[in-house]
Structures are given as C-alpha cells and as structure tokens.
C-alpha cells in the first residue's frame, strides 16, 4: 500500500477528512454532476518541515496570475477532472497537496499523487490571497451547484442587490443566524475567466458565499465544514420557497421587524 503524507500527521489528517466529508455531502445532495464543483483549502499552517523538504512529484506549473501573498504556502486543492463523490472515498487520489513557489506566480505538487489541481485554481488562489492580505481567519473556498439556488438565479427579479439575501433569511430564523452576510450576487460570466474571479473577489468583500447567476455558488469559511453549512442552510431557504410555491401559495415569509428583531437578538452584523 502507497504510503501517504497523511500518515502519522493527525491535524493534516483531520482537516483532510473533512474536505472528503464535505465532499460526500455536495454530491448526496445533488450539488455535484460529474466534475463539477471545487474546493481548495490553506493548509500551510498544517504543514511540518518535512513535508516542506519533499520534493516535487510535478513539472513547474503556472498560475496565470502573480500572487506575492502565497509565497510559501501549501494547499490542498480538488483535481481537475475528478469526481466529488470520488474525492469523498479518496481524497489523496483525486485531490493533492501543492507548493507556491517564491515567484508567486507557479507551483508543484508535492503530495500524494501528481493530480492536476482544478482548472478554477486561479480564481480560488486569488481568493486566498486577499483572505491573507486582509488578515482573514477563512482558509477554505468553495464552489458548487446547490439545484434549488441556481433556479432562483434564473429570475431576473431576483438577481437585484441583496433580494435574494432578504427573501432567503425571511424563510427561516436560522439562515438569518447562520448565514449573517447574506449573498452576493455575481451576474453570469464565462466560468473559469479572470472576469468571474474579480467580480467574486470583490462580492466577497462583504459577502462569505456568492451566487454566480445560472451557474452556483462560490462560498469561503473558517474551514471546508464552515463554508459548506453556510451554503446549506441557503439551499435549505430555497427549498421552503420553491416548496411553497408548488403548493400553490406565496410564502410569507418573517417581516422585516421579525428580522430586525434576530439581527438585535443575535448581534448580526445585517
């Protein structure tokens, strides 16, 4: 059996698991056909000087953009190509640990397996790099296809600043609680393009998860599990509407004082 980094290193391990665990979900949840869908997760601080020496299992890659703010970090990124529901049974098959080197502009892959990271690497990496210019706790990006969501983003009516955001916090308390910021709303650009990566950049200014209209959602977080719980109890708003309206009805969702009053309650910051 092919040894792994992740042996005898119980933080690594642990936040590995995690990435697999969540991966597992997006699939169960239908968020997932196919390849679709990334996540990449700063794990530099899990990183020992061993793992540091290892050398590269990869030709020099470039990333297409300069990022001074990565220099000497390491992330665990999902491959391109590969399947979530794959990634959730063998992380370190479809997924692999990378290395920026100093000129901040190209990498290698150190670990497990020569497995190209997803083709999406340099808006994830971008993300990263304001999440440490900012001096943001987040270590883990997101993106995925939550079904009920993308529907939603189909209605021009609801692709205005924060419409969506307030409809979704009104279906149940918890969204309000556990989705604060609300989403950002990205209008469709060419998936993969620089375009998509700056306008998502500067939605995260003041949004953790954001709508990209007709396609899914980009989410960032504390961990992988912080990312995908914020994503969730959305789906879970957009589900009680859509369900709503198949029953015939328009939902009525809290007032504005009831949610005023969660926001007072709860110390939001919205």
Request: aromatic share 6%; proline share 5%; glycine share 8%.
């Amino acid at each position: 059996m092919k040894q792994t980094v992740l042996e005898g290193r119980e933080a690594l391990k642990k936040e590995i698991d995690k990435i697999a665990e969540v991966a597992g979900y997006l699939w169960q949840n239908g968020w997932a056909e196919r390849n679709g869908g990334n996540i990449t997760v700063n794990i530099t601080e899990l990183v020992d000087d061993k793992i540091k020496s290892l050398p590269a299992i990869s030709d020099v890659k470039q990333i297409g953009v300069t990022l001074p703010a990565l220099k000497g970090c390491y992330f665990f990124c999902k491959g391109t190509g590969k399947r979530m529901r794959d990634l959730a049974r063998e992380p370190m098959d479809n997924g692999s640990i990378i290395r920026i080197l100093d000129d901040c502009a190209s990498y290698v892959i150190i670990a497990d397996n020569a497995v190209m990271p997803t083709s999406e690497l340099p808006s994830h990496l971008t993300v990263h790099a304001h999440l440490i210019e900012t001096g943001s706790p987040y270590r883990a990006t997101v993106h995925t296809h939550p079904i009920e969501l993308i529907a939603m983003s189909h209605n021009p009516k609801m692709m205005g600043k924060d419409v969506l955001s307030n409809l979704l916090w009104s279906m149940i308390p918890e969204t309000k609680a556990f989705c604060p910021l609300g989403l950002g709303i990205v209008p469709y650009e060419l998936p993969g393009s620089n375009n998509l990566a700056q306008a998502t950049l500067n939605e995260l200014e003041n949004y953790d998860v954001v709508m990209w209209e007709k396609h899914g959602v980009f989410a960032k977080g504390l961990d992988v599990m912080d990312a995908f719980d914020q994503i969730d109890v959305l789906s879970k708003s957009a589900k009680i509407y859509i369900n709503s309206r198949c029953m015939g009805f328009e939902p009525e969702g809290m007032s504005e004082a009831q949610m005023k009053e969660m926001s007072v309650a709860f110390n939001l910051p919205k």
